[in-house]
């Protein structure tokens, strides 16, 4: 909110903001989600390379630590196993509090298949680069606005729409299917994350 008011809204930055946003979203929706945690498709390595730039320019850290703990989410949902169950931790601690707990590092056991890769491995270590350099990138064209709304202002809202799938989502939507935990399919959440608020019917 400082940053925006410090540095002006421009229309190029709003426009920054929106696409970065989608190609975010579609970064950790496409890639972290359904690509390195489930393996839901096949592509090339280039290309599955490319996915894991684009997530982690969302600051939501690197592709073996992101799989490894969605991986971990779906054989412990809402349990006391869980990383971010909203059911047995609170609302908070499942959106945005687990990050910080002791538990959040990366369980290499879990993401063998991806580990083979040394390019991933790299990215997973030295993820920060990817996001200090394309913020970089976007200052330098289109100014402070560009940073602060284009850039930050994308990240949080990226950030706050995966983590309501985490919280929101094993709260509050229909249950569609009797599954072993409380999961929910959720509209609005699945119209902020293209698709990722059907979250009943994905578990």
Known sequence: MFGALWS?????????????????????????????????????????????LLATMTIQRGPLWWAAHHRSHHLHSDTEKDLHSPVVDGFWHSHFGWLFAGNAETDMKRVKDLAKYPELRWLDKYWLIVPVVSSFLVWSLWGWPGLFIGFAASRVLVWHSTFLVNSLAHVWGKRRFKTRDDSRNNLWIALATMGEGWHNNHH
């Open 8 to 52: 002006g809204v421009t229309w190029q930055s709003v426009a920054v903001c929106a696409v970065l946003y989608f190609v975010g979203m579609f970064g950790v929706t496409g890639g972290y989600h359904r690509y390195f945690a489930h393996r839901a498709y096949e592509t090339s390595r280039w290309f599955q390379f490319v996915l894991a």
